[in-house]
């Protein structure tokens, strides 16, 4: 093969590795939303699997309590101290309690407990379903007539999304008891300043932010999960790549989505 036939192939070669990428993407997203919408139709559909959503709200929701209320406490007392130490040198350490309730509000509790949701139940749902996928265990229950998007995928998905708002809630409420006692019992911040100004900064909408997200968050982390499990091949090994990349396009889209829910929900 002569030199400009060589470079020529090499060309293609790259070209063509360079249109994957988008195409590979769009792929993706769409396996996505065809998941989606099969969930959704199939949510609507009797019979009404009760038992699995109970047990689905379990896993997502009352298992995650225990990191979900260690990550907001510690969180929640490390920004009381970034923010006193910053606040102090302008001497304005009374609106510490304001600016550390709407940062929790608002953006930490949402976006930490997605990511720790994403990271202990999302990971669990990608392996489950890829295993069963791996096992045959998926194409048996087809065999008995029972379709697998309702029965494994919707209910996971739906306590994703009740679930996720009632976690942030605790993120916050967490949080805000550790950085009250970091400010106030340790940073010796007037308490009667730092809780009125925290009732006055905080209002309604933050709280609405927060939860909106949430859902959000909740709902794509479950789906994600769902999608990568559910399509999982090729033995253990597959198994672990579809964990993976649960994980890491879960967490992905919660930070994406963060930024642009943001930009729809603050005023400028």
């Given amino acids: 093969m ?24 769009a ?10 919408g099969r969930s959704f139709a199939w949510a609507l559909r009797p019979p009404y699997r009760w038992k699995l959503l109970l047990e689905a709200m379990e896993f997502v929701g009352f298992q995650s309590l225990f990191i979900i209320a260690l990550t907001g406490i510690f969180s929640g007392m490390v920004l009381a101290i970034q923010m ?26 949402p976006v930490f407990a997605g990511l720790m949701v994403t990271a202990r139940a999302g990971s669990a749902i990608a392996t489950q379903l890829g295993t069963m996928r791996v096992t045959d ?11 697998p998007i309702q029965y494994l995928v919707t209910p996971r998905i739906i306590a994703g999304v009740v679930m996720m708002p009632i976690l942030c809630m ?3 409420v967490i949080g805000l008891a550790g ?24 209002d309604g909408w933050d709280i ?19 999608r990568y499990g559910y399509d999982a091949k090729g033995g253990a090994a597959g198994v672990g790549i579809a ?4 994980v890491v396009y879960g967490c992905v889209s919660v930070l994406l989505l963060d930024y642009v829910l943001t930009a729809i929900m603050t005023p400028v």
Wanted: proline share 2%; aromatic share 10%.
């Fill in 243 to 246: 964990t993976t990349k649960a």
């Fill in 179 to 202: 950085a009250h006692f970091v400010s106030i019992g340790q940073l010796d911040i007037d308490p009667g300043s730092y809780e009125s100004n925290l009732r006055y900064w905080l």
């Fill in 170 to 172: 605790v993120f916050t």
């Fill in 27 to 36: 792929e993706e997203v769409g396996e996505i939303v065809l998941l989606a």
């Fill in 137 to 147: 265990q998926i194409d048996a229950l087809a065999t008995m007539a029972v379709n």
């Fill in 84 to 109: 006193v130490y910053g606040f102090s040198q302008f001497g304005t350490e009374s609106l510490v309690g304001g600016v550390v309730a709407q940062s929790l509000t608002r953006e930490m509790s």
């Fill in 208 to 226: 609405v932010v927060g939860l909106v997200k949430s859902v959000v968050f909740g709902y794509v982390v479950t789906l994600i999960a769902c």
């Fill in 2 to 25: 002569s030199a400009p036939t060589r470079a020529a192939s090499g060309a293609g070669a790259v070209l063509e590795g360079a249109l994957s990428v988008p195409r590979d993407f």
